[in-house]
């Protein structure tokens, strides 16, 4: 159903859809007639098995090239799809992708990035979100240098505001990485970096980037969608506790469907695989129709900005004057994960 939302949605788009065939079939029979128009534009391929959400990125690496996500991955590799889609196991999918795919500028690991909403109706992009655990002062250069393509080449933006996330604004305050990371932002005379800001930074909407490890960036994306839920629910409780507040529910149903549009974490679902040499968006598992939909359309934003060789061309560039200076600082780089296990639940 989503993926035939996204081709109503954008009309260029074509679709291959990966897995088994009597399941795939199924699943195009139950599609309401309105979405019959696109289906010349779905073709299905069958794939013998799958990664299962349990199973190790390592063992996912070593299974047999027949899953849904290998033959996708290999897909994109060979050209024949501009971008892969995935709601699967997300530690397989980093490790197949960078295997099937590559990286770009030397860039040793992809980061996961989304954005999430902020005040005014604006939007940050926080990275990383899982597939980094711990990072070195040279991985959070890393990610600020792809945050900031990111936000200039699908948003628009022309000097994205930058910042690291810490545990406070004083320059005396973080782990080592974080403090040494900010030090060699401070020397990048072509990025907008605003230093330090805490968790209640990434909503203000006075940065449009913020860097982090991936085991920070994923407690906070799954704490902030937990809160956008839980207020949306308290708020219609809240109308639907007496018949007084119900009847003012009722006038104020069009503002809380705007509410509920602008918070639903939904809206935001896609999260890109930046630094791997092709375009893969992973969809939160427990998306609806919907929310796999945006995922995919985020994906097609990528592809008409050729993301991947827009992050090869700039990183290239700024990279290496950056990244120089980390030497003499005793940062080896060294992340807790190795490179064939990833350890993110998104």
């Keep these: 159903m989503g993926a035939a939302r996204a081709l109503f949605a954008h009309p260029q788009l074509e679709v291959r859809l990966f897995g088994r065939q009597v399941e795939l079939e199924r699943a195009v029979e139950t599609l309401p ?13 069958h794939s013998p098995s799958i990664i299962t959400e349990t199973m190790r990125p390592s063992s996912a690496l070593r299974a047999p090239r027949g899953s849904s996500l290998a033959m996708m991955l290999d897909c994109v590799a060979r050209g024949e799809a501009d971008a892969g889609v995935s709601a699967g196991n997300t530690g397989a999918l980093m490790a ?11 860039v040793p690991r992809p980061a996961i990035s989304t954005a999430i909403p902020t005040r005014l109706g604006g939007r940050c992009y926080l990275l990383d979100l899982g597939a980094n655990v711990e990072a070195s002062a040279e991985r959070l250069v890393d990610f600020a240098l792809m945050g900031d393509v990111m936000a200039r080449e699908v948003d628009g933006m022309l000097a994205p505001r930058v910042a690291l996330l810490n545990v406070g604004v004083e320059g005396t305050k973080g782990t080592v990485s974080v403090r040494q990371a900010d030090a060699l932002l401070r020397r990048a005379n072509d990025l907008d970096y605003r230093g330090f800001v805490e968790g209640n930074g990434i909503f203000s909407g006075d940065v449009d980037v913020v860097v982090c490890d991936g085991f920070v960036g994923n407690a906070v994306l799954k704490a902030s969608e937990g809160l956008a839920r839980m207020l949306i629910d308290r708020v219609q409780q809240t109308f639907d506790a007496h018949w007084t507040s119900r009847l003012v529910g009722v006038l104020a149903r069009p503002a809380l469907r705007r509410l509920k549009s602008q918070l639903d974490p939904v809206r935001y679902n896609g999260a890109s695989l930046l630094g791997l040499g092709g375009i893969v968006v992973k969809s939160h598992g427990g998306a609806d129709a919907t929310g796999f939909a945006y995922a995919i359309s985020r994906a097609v934003q990528e592809v008409e900005q050729a993301l991947p060789a827009r992050l090869a061309s700039e990183l290239g560039r700024r990279r290496p004057a950056i990244v120089a200076a980390t030497s003499g600082q005793g940062d080896d780089g060294a992340e807790v994960c190795r490179p064939d296990e990833y350890n993110s639940e998104r």
């Design 33 to 45: 007639s309105s979405l019959a128009t696109v289906l010349s534009r779905l073709s299905l391929q």
């Design 96 to 106: 197949l992708a960078r295997r099937a795919l590559g990286m770009v500028a030397e």
